[in-house]
C-alpha cells in the first residue's frame, strides 16, 4: 500500500536550518496538493505550509508564525520543507500531506507520511 516517506528531521540550534523531504513509498500516476503540518506536545496538529497549482504555476502559502523562514516546494511526486533562522517554537512533529492519483483512471486520496521529529534547542 502506498505511503507517504519523510526524512530530513533532527536537532537544530535556534537559528539553524533543516530541509525536510517528502516522497511515496512506490510510483504513482500523479500528485497534486501537497502540504506540511505539524503537532507539538499538548497542542493540535496544524497547517504549516501548502503548495498549490494556480494559473499553471505552484503557488506556496504558510501559516504566519513562519512566513519569511520557510519555503515549500515540490518536484513531481516530491515535496520539500525548507526551514531556515528555526526556533524553539518550531519544536514539533512534521507530517507531509499530499493528494494522490496512483493510476491514471482512478480517483485522487490524501495520504499522509508518518511524521518526522525536529527539534530545536541549544
Known amino acids: 500500500q502506498v505511503h507517504l516517506v519523510e526524512s530530513g528531521g533532527g536537532l537544530v540550534q535556534p537559528g539553524g536550518s533543516l530541509r525536510l523531504s517528502c516522497a511515496p513509498s512506490?510510483?504513482?500516476?500523479?500528485?497534486?496538493?501537497m502540504a506540511w503540518y505539524r503537532q507539538a506536545p499538548g497542542k493540535q496538529r496544524e497547517l504549516v505550509a501548502s503548495?498549490?497549482?494556480?494559473?499553471?504555476?505552484?503557488v506556496g502559502s504558510y501559516a504566519d508564525s513562519v512566513k519569511g523562514r520557510f519555503a515549500i516546494s515540490r518536484d513531481f511526486d516530491k515535496a520539500f520543507l525548507q526551514m531556515d533562522s528555526l526556533k524553539p517554537e518550531d519544536t514539533a512533529v512534521y507530517y507531509c500531506?499530499?493528494?494522490?492519483?496512483?493510476?491514471?483512471?482512478?480517483?485522487?486520496?490524501?495520504?499522509w507520511g508518518q511524521g518526522t521529529q525536529v527539534t530545536v534547542s541549544s
Open positions: 512506490e510510483l504513482i500516476w500523479s500528485a497534486g496538493d
Open positions: 503548495i498549490s497549482r494556480e494559473a499553471g504555476e505552484h
Open positions: 500531506k499530499m493528494k494522490l492519483w496512483l493510476t491514471e483512471f482512478g480517483g485522487p486520496a490524501d495520504y
